[in-house]
Every structure is written in C-alpha cells, then in structure tokens.
C-alpha cells in the first residue's frame, strides 16, 4: 500500500506565477488535508476536503489560494499569483476518517 | 479552541543519555495527542499517540510519552538517545469528535544529538 504521495517534490515560481500542488492520498482514504510550514515553524492548517467537497477551509488565506479533491485524480492546492511569503513546505495528510492522519512528503515552493 | 505549546525550541543531548521533551496543551475537550518526527527535508512520521486509553503512550523507536490531565502535558522521552533520533519532533493536539479532525502543531523542537 502505497503512501501519500506529494508532486511535485520541490517547486520553484517566479512572483506572479501560478502554482499547483498535488496530493494522492492513500488507497482508500477519502479525507484529505492541507497543512502549510513555514521556515522555523510548526505546520499550520488551511483546509480539509473529502471527494468534491471542501468541508473547513478555515485557515486558508482569503485570496489567491484554493483547493479541489475531484471525485477522480488527485487533490490541487492551487495557489494563484504567487509572492515570495507563499514560500513554505505544503503537506498533504490522509485519513481514513479516524483520528490518525498520514503525512506526504511534502512540496516545497520557493518564489523566486 | 485547542493550543499546544513545546516549552523548549532546541534540545541537546549527548548520544547514549535520555531525552525529554516538553509539551503542555489546551483542549475544551477530551482531546487526543500525538508526537510527529521530521528529519530534514523529509514528510511526517507518527511516533505515537494517545486517545484516552492507558495514559503511558510507547511508540517507535524506543519513544514513550505520558499523558497528565492534571498538568495538561505530554512530555515525549527516550531513555537513551541516538544519533538518528536528531530531527524536529511536533506535539500535536485534535479535538476526538470533532469533524475533520483537523490537528494543531506546536512550534516543534528541534534535537540535537551530540557523539
């Protein structure tokens, strides 16, 4: 059984750019987060989906950021004119539907 | 509302002597816990976790925490350390019944483990 899988690994945008951020979760995972780090800190929350629906986008930033888990393919974080405090780890997190949660690897997103 | 704090950002220990790391959170609820390990530029790996069952948690790699109502911690500890335990290790709190289940992250520690 695979794990979640994060494309891709290392992600470089000039400001004004458009990124996207891919996350399988794992075979038969129907929840997915997204959590963002930035340098020096902990992981901070942005949103939760299960298929086609995005269930607590609570802490995701008003503008530029979305996020979709269609009903076939992987979950998108997309984040729209990028700027360079957008910089940051992303990590996508699957879950069954029980407390535990299991962690990608990770993209990391540099604006230049 | 819930809030983990990791009273200590870096830690160093000599390889082969115990390892303690602090954590005290707040939950409204009965909340569930768990210790996370990052080693450099690689994902999450769950050490271990505690959803009210025995309050002495063991997970991997040697690792144990111990849940204390009374002083809202759970401090992460090792006995004897060794050099690939050097890494960023999270204290995270969810709420047990809450939907989604989404986690909050303390500010990490990061651990030094010296030869």
């Known amino acids: 059984n695979a794990g979640v899988m994060q494309n891709p690994r290392h992600l470089v945008r000039r400001r004004g750019q458009e990124a996207r951020l891919r996350c399988s979760p794992m075979k038969g995972h129907s929840h997915v987060y997204w959590y963002r780090q930035l340098p020096e800190e902990g992981l901070k929350f942005m949103v939760y989906l299960q298929k086609e629906n995005i269930i607590d986008e609570s802490g995701m930033p008003k503008e530029r950021f979305s996020a979709e888990f269609p009903k076939e393919g992987p979950s998108i974080l997309r984040i729209q004119q990028v700027v360079r405090g957008d910089s940051a780890a992303y990590f996508c997190?699957?879950?069954?539907?029980?407390?535990?949660?299991?962690f990608g690897p990770g993209t990391r997103l540099t604006v230049t | 509302a819930q809030s983990v704090t990791q009273l200590d950002s870096h830690v160093s220990v000599s390889e082969g002597t115990p390892v303690l790391l602090r954590c005290n959170y707040s939950?409204?609820?009965?909340?569930?816990l768990f210790w996370y390990v990052q080693h450099p530029n690689k994902g999450l790996q769950l050490l271990l976790k505690?959803?009210?069952?025995?309050?002495l948690v063991k997970g991997i790699n040697g690792f144990e925490a111990e849940f204390k109502k009374s002083e809202t911690s759970f401090h992460l500890t090792k006995p004897s350390a060794h050099m690939s335990d050097a890494a960023e290790y999270f204290c995270?709190?969810?709420?047990?019944?809450?939907?989604?289940?989404?986690?909050?992250f303390g500010g990490g520690t990061r651990v030094l483990v010296k030869p």
């Open positions: 939950s409204s609820y009965s909340p569930s």
């Open positions: 997190a699957s879950s069954p539907g029980a407390n535990e949660q299991y």
């Open positions: 505690y959803t009210s069952a025995a309050t």
């Open positions: 995270v709190v969810t709420l047990v019944a809450a939907a989604g289940n989404k986690l909050t």
